[in-house]
């Protein structure tokens, strides 16, 4: 009798070990092993600082367009919802920069279309520009284009204004009548659509053609500077 009470000792002694020591542990149902909780790992934090935003608007006012590129580049898919417009301009920095190295022979077609094509989708906002409904050549300006009802469109040239980057074109969904406007500053922005090289700068040089790209944006928008 004092035998088999000695063994159901024992035996409760060792389930004991086996449920409630922290070395071994039991199975929960997430997959883990009670008493070795893992670490949460924290969120990353994606919110881009006013630092980051002035190193590229600096750089852009003083010229340096290679530090304006490389700095735009590492903001331009940046995860943060309540920046979305800053880093809009960041896009349109970045591409005005890509087009700067294009027309001093720094970058060909093919490399800049490899570093559009991860743009298209998503949304792009072009800095202040004055309202000329009419201008026909509409450098630098926001203008109504003669041809399709519901678009504005840019001219986006170089600081010197002597060779002409892109034609934008930004489909509104209707038509926006810029008259009552004129002269007063705004900005256009909207998600890239499209974006084509002009076809001579296959067979020529680029101090040959009168435009280097075009650029087509749905979902556009204009903001006025009240």
Not at 52 to 64: L, Q, T, Y
Not at 130 to 149: F, G, S, T
Not at 187 to 205: A, H, K, P, Q, Y
Request: charged share 30%.
């Amino acid at each position: 009798m004092k035998r088999i009470y000695l063994i159901i000792v024992w035996a409760v002694i060792l389930l004991s070990c086996v449920v409630f020591s922290p070395s071994i542990g039991i199975a929960d149902e997430a997959g883990g092993t009670a008493g070795t909780t893992k670490a949460e790992e924290p969120a990353k934090d994606e919110t881009i600082t006013a630092e980051e935003f002035d190193v590229v608007f600096d750089a852009m006012r003083e010229g340096d367009f290679k530090k304006a590129k490389k700095n735009a580049e590492l903001l331009i898919d940046r995860d943060s919802p309540g920046q979305r417009y800053l880093i809009a301009r960041m896009r349109y920095i970045y591409i005005y920069t890509l087009m700067v190295a294009f027309e001093k022979d720094e970058l060909s077609m093919s490399e800049v279309t490899e570093k559009l094509n991860p743009l298209r989708g998503k949304m792009i906002l072009q800095p202040w520009h004055p309202i000329r409904h009419d201008d026909k050549q509409c450098l630098n300006m926001i203008c109504n284009d003669p041809d399709w009802d519901n678009t504005l469109f840019t001219t986006q040239t170089n600081r010197d204004r002597n060779a002409i980057y892109w034609y934008e074109y930004v489909n509104t969904g209707k038509h926006l009548d810029l008259s009552s406007y004129d002269g007063k500053m705004a900005r256009m922005g909207g998600i890239l659509d499209e974006f084509s090289f002009n076809e001579d700068l296959i067979s020529t040089t680029r101090s040959n053609v009168d435009w280097f790209l075009r650029i087509m944006v749905k979902d556009g928008y204009v903001q006025y500077n009240r």
